[in-house]
Every structure is written in structure tokens, then in C-alpha cells.
């Protein structure tokens, strides 16, 4: 699998995943216009997974290279879920994160009914910090997001302990 930047011509594919049925619970979505404006603003960093030619995820990063060394994983989606596209993909986003900025510490939040998402951020190395109330307003209610983070010396440890890639 191949990681890359995601460019303007990537938009439709982010669109469609996010629009996949069920997603709308999970992940969210965004109109054309608000990720133009996302994706030129440096401050954030889209990510687009390809197997072979085509695209099976992407990743939304905030606070990309933020003098805080704090950055928010924003949104990630794959389009074949249970093939191990989504674990791939987040841990190359880690990597880049860690490479390419002096971040310290990668936050994300997760729904806590996605178990599905919470396992697979465990095991790359996320752990659970708790339950933020009414976080995310979906549009007719506030929820709750559980928040998982992973720090740069919990990165390195398990790169050290993981076999080569």
C-alpha cells in the first residue's frame, strides 16, 4: 500500500467514501467547498491510500506541523472496512506525522460504538484517555467521542519492537 498527499483531484474519491451508507455515524462528511478550503490550508494534511492504482482510504490530519507538537487525526475512512486497509493506512499517517513534523503527541476521537475503529487505533498504539461529553454535534444532537492518543516515545518504542516493513 502506498500513502501519499492527497491533491485537489482526490476530493471526489474523499466525498464518496465519506458518503459510503453507515459512515455518516462514524466519520462525517464535509461539502466540496469545505475541503477545498481544508486542503489548501497548510495547517492541515489530507493522506490518500492506493492499492496499486486505486484508492482505498484516505486521512484528514489538523494542527499538521503545529508549534504546540500536539496534531489531530481529523477523519480517516476506507472504503473495504475488515481487510486491513484502515490499520495500513493510520499507521503510515503516523509515520509521516512523527517523520515530517516535531510532533509529540497524535490525538483522535472515535465514537464510542465504533469498536471496530477503537481496535484497530489500540493496536497500532493508541491508547484511551476517556470519554469527552457532547463533543461532535451531528447535525440534531451533541455526542460523546472517546479520545485516543498515541505519544513520539510510544511511536519509537514500537517501531524498535515491530519488524521491519
Given at each position: 500500500?502506498?500513502?501519499?498527499?492527497?491533491?485537489?483531484?482526490?476530493?471526489?474519491?474523499?466525498?464518496?467514501?465519506?458518503?459510503?451508507?453507515?459512515?455518516?455515524?462514524?466519520?462525517?462528511?464535509?461539502?466540496?467547498?469545505?475541503?477545498?478550503?481544508?486542503?489548501?490550508?497548510?495547517?492541515?494534511?489530507y493522506f490518500v491510500a492506493r492499492q496499486g492504482k486505486d484508492a482505498?482510504?484516505?486521512?484528514?490530519?489538523?494542527?499538521?506541523?503545529?508549534?504546540?507538537?500536539?496534531?489531530?487525526?481529523?477523519?480517516?475512512?476506507?472504503?473495504?472496512?475488515?481487510?486491513?486497509?484502515?490499520?495500513?493506512?493510520?499507521?503510515?499517517?503516523?509515520?509521516?506525522?512523527?517523520?515530517?513534523?516535531?510532533?509529540?503527541?497524535?490525538?483522535?476521537?472515535?465514537?464510542?460504538?465504533?469498536?471496530?475503529?477503537?481496535?484497530?487505533?489500540?493496536?497500532?498504539?493508541?491508547?484511551?484517555?476517556?470519554?469527552?461529553?457532547?463533543?461532535?454535534?451531528?447535525?440534531?444532537?451533541?455526542?460523546?467521542?472517546?479520545?485516543?492518543?498515541?505519544?513520539?516515545?510510544?511511536?519509537?518504542?514500537?517501531?524498535?519492537?515491530?519488524?521491519?516493513?
Amino acid at each position: 500500500m502506498e500513502i501519499v498527499r492527497a491533491v485537489t483531484s482526490d476530493l471526489p474519491f474523499i466525498m464518496s467514501t465519506e458518503r459510503i451508507p453507515g459512515y455518516e455515524n462514524f466519520i462525517g462528511r464535509w461539502d466540496e467547498s469545505k475541503h477545498q478550503i481544508a486542503l489548501a490550508d497548510e495547517g492541515n494534511a489530507y493522506f490518500v491510500a492506493r492499492q496499486g492504482k486505486d484508492a482505498v482510504g484516505f486521512t484528514i490530519v489538523e494542527e499538521w506541523d503545529s508549534p504546540k507538537r500536539v496534531t489531530h487525526i481529523k477523519r480517516v475512512a476506507v472504503v473495504h472496512p475488515n481487510q486491513g486497509h484502515g490499520r495500513r493506512l493510520v499507521s503510515g499517517v503516523l509515520d509521516a506525522i512523527f517523520q515530517q513534523t516535531n510532533a509529540h503527541r497524535i490525538w483522535l476521537g472515535v465514537f464510542p460504538a465504533n469498536l471496530r475503529a477503537q481496535h484497530t487505533y489500540a493496536a497500532i498504539g493508541f491508547q484511551a484517555e476517556g470519554i469527552a461529553r457532547g463533543l461532535v454535534f451531528n447535525g440534531s444532537e451533541f455526542v460523546d467521542q472517546m479520545v485516543m492518543a498515541i505519544l513520539r516515545p510510544d511511536w519509537e518504542a514500537g517501531r524498535q519492537s515491530a519488524p521491519a516493513r
